[in-house]
């Protein structure tokens, strides 16, 4: 018997309004760990090929990971999936708060919902009473005031999970939103529970968590906790969050600005870390278990963008920021604020919003497109109006709301090549000429573009010795290097390894790869303490490269291959034009193929190797695909 898990799954039939209770498959667990992996081989399992995504026969999925609400460091994620409306590839997203470690408290581990209703639902958990309840009062509603709705009707002490009003109009990058503020942002997986009328979760856990071996645990956690706060990064964490990242990227050339036209932006300091800390800072927040305490409270005290809330993270300084020339910091802020009340991911409706800003600095825009809207760079009124427009689906706004890809294929006219997407995902915050590593795992990411599916941080500043001993003194000094693409094929890969397997067991990236405190051993051991398993770090490695398969399995059935895994032409044929990586370009192919060799997959289709798949256990999984063999 596993040990610190709910115990149970609940599978949602939509359609009909059942629920059922299963219980943990075990055998599965030890394959696929829970989180992301548990996901990744149940929607596999169960999601049909050639379906639409925002169709009933799209399955969702929910899960906690095998720590989620221990005491480990930061054990405080859960994982969102589906295939992506936005894609229409794997689908997977992550956040943090205090909802799933509510789950976990209720007994459940995860939640699966198949069908669609009928009619607006949300599902309410109070420990062993789960009920479908009608949610026409909230349907419309926003993020918070369904917060406040569901804490009225249920408990002051529950926590929700929900879209808002652009999930509900199936906008294709909406997100799903927890603890009010929390995001499962990335893969537009808001417009499955929206083209499924779920509007939320609400879940009262009062349980137990049962713990292998509890005092080698309490012990073990005490020092864990020790290492994290003596870590040279976390004080700087807890008074800066993510924010402070904008001077880093600055710094390094790597500050995505004016649609990735270029890698700084003059006015950096205005949208800084520093400034938000200095000017409108309540106060940091912690999630759940969590030590560095990288949320924020801040507020715009007045003005026509006053509010009180979460602070932006890195990611929509730019997004909203330098990406769209905008240096008005409070209205950055203000549209964060706003993405938060709606749902929907920053990361995309800001590249949406600067592939837009583009084509309208080129001359392939014009007020007869956008109904009279100014898409000048810069102009942070028009950025703010828009959010609302994409988030309703209003004029110009329902046309972003379909993604830049989708919305370049729509107004033709030259303007797909100002799109900065891979896969029809906008590329986040992370400028890849100026960090070659980032460019190979925008591309090589299940999910279409994205930093965090591989996060390899490890080349970005600072962090030598750790890649020395993680991989060896003979990769140095190339690997070290961010704007060398040598040995990037390598890092990528052992880092989405080792990043999947950090989000099947529920814990926060930062801690694990950055700063890189806690590593395999140090899991393995939680595990066994927490879970009682018995699995080493070799296993939990073989787990990870599993998953990643696994994932590229379920993307190849939907036709993709290596010609899916490109950038941008800008980003590989033109040369950042200034700042301190001026002249660099992404060199892909070379770092494709070494990503390739090292994963067992075929150099020319991207597929795995026949012999991959033996040595993971995946032939049955990969038995409809024309798999090569060596």
Same mark, same amino acid.
């Given at each position: 018997m596993i040990s610190g898990i709910g115990g149970e799954i609940l599978w949602i039939d939509l359609t009909r309004g059942k629920v059922e209770k299963r219980p943990v498959d075990e055998e599965l667990v030890k394959d696929y760990l829970l989180g992301a992996g548990f996901l990744s081989k149940v929607l596999f399992d169960n999601i049909p090929l050639g379906i639409d995504p925002l169709s009933p026969q799209n399955v969702l999925g929910i899960a906690t990971g095998l720590l989620t609400a221990s005491m480990f460091p930061q054990a405080s994620r859960h994982v969102v999936a589906a295939l992506s409306p936005l894609t229409d590839i794997w689908g997977e997203s992550h956040a943090a708060g205090f909802w799933g470690a509510?789950?976990?408290?209720?007994?459940?581990?995860?939640?699966? +919902?198949?069908?669609?209703?009928?009619?607006?639902?949300? &599902?309410?958990?109070?420990?062993?009473?789960?009920?479908?309840?009608?949610?026409?009062?909230?349907?419309?509603?926003?993020?918070?005031?369904?917060?406040?709705?569901?804490?009225?009707?249920? $408990?002051?002490?529950?926590?929700? &999970?929900?879209?808002?009003?652009?999930?509900?109009?199936?906008?294709?990058?909406?997100?799903?939103?927890?603890?009010?503020?929390?995001?499962?942002?990335?893969?537009?997986?808001?417009?499955? +529970?929206?083209?499924?009328?779920?509007?939320?979760?609400?879940?009262?856990?009062?349980?137990?968590?049962?713990?292998?071996?509890?005092?080698?645990?309490?012990?073990?956690?005490?020092?864990?906790?020790?290492?994290?706060?003596?870590?040279? +990064?976390?004080?700087?964490?807890?008074?800066?969050?993510?924010? $402070?990242?904008?001077?880093?990227?600055?710094?390094?050339?790597?500050?995505?600005?004016?649609?990735?036209?270029?890698?700084?932006?003059?006015?950096?300091?205005?949208?800084?870390?520093?400034?938000?800390?200095?000017?409108?800072?309540?106060?940091?927040? $912690?999630?759940?278990?969590?030590?560095?305490?990288?949320?924020? +409270?801040?507020?715009?005290?007045?003005?026509?963008?006053?509010?009180?809330?979460?602070?932006?993270?890195?990611?929509?300084q730019t997004s909203l920021g330098s990406r769209c020339?905008?240096?008005?910091?409070?209205s950055v802020l203000f549209g964060h604020h706003l993405a938060n009340i709606y749902g929907m991911d920053t990361i995309s409706l800001g590249a949406t919003i600067s592939w837009a800003m583009e084509a309208w600095d080129e001359g392939l825009l014009t007020s007869d497109d956008t109904g009279g809207v100014d898409l000048s760079w810069g102009n942070h009124e028009t950025i703010v109006k828009l959010i609302k427009m994409i988030a309703m689906r209003e004029g110009f706004g329902d046309i972003l709301a379909e993604g830049s890809a989708r919305a370049a294929q729509k107004i033709g006219r030259g303007t797909e090549r100002f799109v900065m997407a891979v896969k029809k995902q906008e590329i986040a915050g992370q400028e890849p000429r100026a960090q070659k590593s980032m460019g190979l795992a925008a591309v090589t990411s299940a999910r279409g573009a994205d930093h965090l599916y591989a996060f390899p941080v490890l080349d970005e500043a600072g962090f030598d010795d750790d890649i020395r001993k993680r991989f060896g003194e003979q990769y140095l000094p190339e690997m070290t290097d961010r704007l060398s693409p040598k040995y990037k094929g390598i890092m990528v890969k052992e880092c989405e390894d080792f990043m999947v397997m950090v989000e099947s067991v529920g814990l926060c990236k930062y801690g694990t790869q950055i700063p890189p405190e806690f590593f395999y051993d140090d899991i393995a051991l939680a595990l066994k303490l927490h879970n009682g398993l018995d699995l080493t770090a070799n296993d939990l490695k073989t787990i990870g490269e599993r998953v990643v398969n696994l994932n590229r399995l379920f993307n190849v059935l939907r036709g993709v291959t290596r010609q899916d895994d490109q950038l941008p032409k800008r980003l590989t044929d033109d040369p950042l034009p200034r700042g301190p990586s001026k002249g660099e370009v992404v060199e892909l192919n070379e770092m494709l193929d070494e990503y390739y060799d090292t994963r067992g997959w075929d150099l020319k289709t991207g597929i795995p190797l026949l012999s991959t798949m033996k040595r993971l256990g995946l032939e049955r999984e990969g038995k409809d695909v024309a798999i090569p063999d060596e």
């Open positions: 509510e789950l976990k408290l209720a007994g459940y581990d995860a939640i699966i +919902f198949t069908g669609a209703s009928s009619n607006p639902v949300y &599902l309410n958990i109070n420990d062993s009473d789960v009920d479908l309840l009608d949610a026409d009062k909230i349907w419309g509603r926003d993020v918070f005031e369904t917060d406040d709705y569901l804490k009225e009707k249920h $408990s002051k002490r529950c926590r929700t &999970l929900s879209i808002g009003q652009a999930g509900e109009n199936l906008v294709r990058f909406a997100a799903v939103m927890n603890d009010r503020d929390r995001a499962s942002a990335r893969s537009g997986l808001g417009a499955v +529970f929206g083209s499924k009328r779920l509007k939320a979760i609400s879940v009262r856990g009062t349980g137990k968590i049962e713990v292998a071996e509890p005092k080698q645990y309490l012990a073990r956690m005490d020092e864990f906790y020790q290492r994290m706060m003596a870590n040279p +990064f976390t004080p700087g964490r807890i008074k800066y969050g993510t924010t $402070s990242l904008v001077e880093l990227m600055q710094h390094i050339g790597r500050l995505p600005s004016y649609n990735m036209r270029e890698g700084v932006f003059d006015a950096y300091q205005k949208i800084s870390g520093q400034v938000i800390t200095d000017k409108y800072l309540i106060k940091p927040r $912690s999630d759940w278990s969590c030590l560095q305490r990288c949320g924020r +409270f801040t507020t715009v005290r007045q003005g026509p963008y006053a509010y009180v809330g979460g602070s932006p993270e890195f990611e929509t020339g905008n240096d008005n910091i409070e």
